[in-house]
């Protein structure tokens, strides 16, 4: 495997896991980027003999985006072309892996053997992170100032994509031992698949499949089941996954998800809304923000149903993770949001509080 990637909300927490990825993999090459006010980027690379290099760059605007493929890709093709294997590349902060990784595979000769996707994070930093309503832009994570996704966003995109999580605590922000480990549960309890790597010794190359990590980003897609529980205390945190078996009424609806946003950090979900019939809606939630999205008609599933049925499809599915939630009260709320026998005899159309008709 050529590559290991290591994405992060910060500079800290990323040099403190090129540092740990570097001593696990001696005679690998790193290669860190940053992109800075008005459109300045710049590049240090640290080769296995221990010379440096640095090189700055000047985008017309300040875009992730652009300087991962105006700059990182054309660098790491001359490092493979030079036969530099490991490339750790230590990516912007806030930059998505996924937007690096599809950049490289146009970018390079070749498509980009990464071995492993590594999420650098402080975990006693994350349920502020996943709470704050401020853009990245507004919280100091890049300097893009129409860069609209909040910290928390980032953060569950990368924790979806990652195959590897690399607990990180720069010296200058100590963390209290409580706060990491309670944030150790969340980051488990919101990234079952991935590998919580205790050291950079403990990090494992070849546990990267793009295929798979792509699948767990998209819209609507259900959680991955929890895996190991981590030693000692029990979790505060879990999630609990309510399977839906009719339309819900999006008055009720409306209402239950004020209750269910305030208490839980993280939703997901796709099912039908009463007021946007045959439509597959998904949910996403992440701290004080929650969306709602009209993706269209419903897909054909591998039983063959039809598409765009709105009562029963099997895949309706309202997700919430969050701390001593209690699983049969979700439930209730839920299905109290379903409509009756009455209301499905009735047919009628219902209004549309969330704006999903037509397609959104």
């Keep these: 495997m050529d590559i290991l990637v ?9 040099q403190q896991a090129c540092e740990a990825a570097a001593a696990a993999h001696p005679g690998s090459v790193v290669v860190v980027q940053d992109l800075l006010d008005e459109g300045l980027v ?7 003999a221990g010379r440096r ?75 502020d992170h996943l709470w704050d309503a401020h853009t990245l832009f507004e919280s100091g994570f890049t300097p893009a100032p129409g860069d609209e ?24 922000m100590p963390a209290h031992p409580a706060g990491q480990e309670r944030g150790l549960h969340l980051v488990q309890a919101l990234a079952p698949h991935a590998h919580i790597a205790a050291a950079g010794a403990d990090l494992r190359r070849g546990r990267f499949h793009y ?24 979790s505060p945190f879990t999630t609990v996954v309510h399977r839906l078996d009719r339309e819900l009424h999006p008055g009720r609806f409306r209402l239950a998800l004020g209750t269910l946003a305030a208490g839980c950090c993280v939703l997901r979900g ?31 599933d591998s039983h063959g149903a039809a598409a765009g049925v709105p009562a029963t499809a099997p895949d309706s599915f309202i997700a919430a993770t969050g701390e001593d939630l209690d699983p049969a009260e979700i439930s209730r709320l839920l299905k109290d949001c379903e409509l009756t026998d009455r209301e499905l005899a009735a047919g009628h159309r219902l209004p549309d509080p969330f704006g999903l008709t037509p397609a959104t």
């Design 6 to 14: 290591i994405s992060s909300l910060d500079a800290l927490c990323r």
């Design 42 to 48: 710049i590049r240090r690379t640290v080769d296995a």
């Design 270 to 300: 796709q099912f039908n809304v009463a007021s946007a019939p045959g439509c597959r809606i998904t949910l996403q939630g992440i701290g004080p923000r929650v969306w709602l999205e009209n993706a269209g008609a419903w897909p054909s």
């Design 149 to 172: 996704r909040t910290p928390g966003e980032f953060m569950v995109g990368e924790l979806d994509f990652a195959d590897t999580i690399l607990p990180a605590q720069p010296d200058i």
């Design 53 to 127: 290099d640095r090189t700055e760059t000047i985008l017309e605007h300040s875009c992730l985006s652009c300087a991962v493929r105006l700059d990182l890709v054309p660098a790491v093709e001359e490092l493979l072309a030079a036969n530099a294997r490991p490339i750790i590349i230590g990516l912007p902060p806030a930059l998505p892996a996924a937007t690096a990784i599809a950049a490289l595979n146009r970018g390079l000769g070749r498509p980009a053997l990464v071995g492993s996707v590594i999420l650098a994070c402080a975990p006693d930093a994350m349920e």
């Design 211 to 234: 295929g798979a990590s792509a699948a767990r980003c998209e819209p609507g897609t259900a959680p991955a089941q929890a895996g190991r529980a981590r030693p000692g205390a029990a």
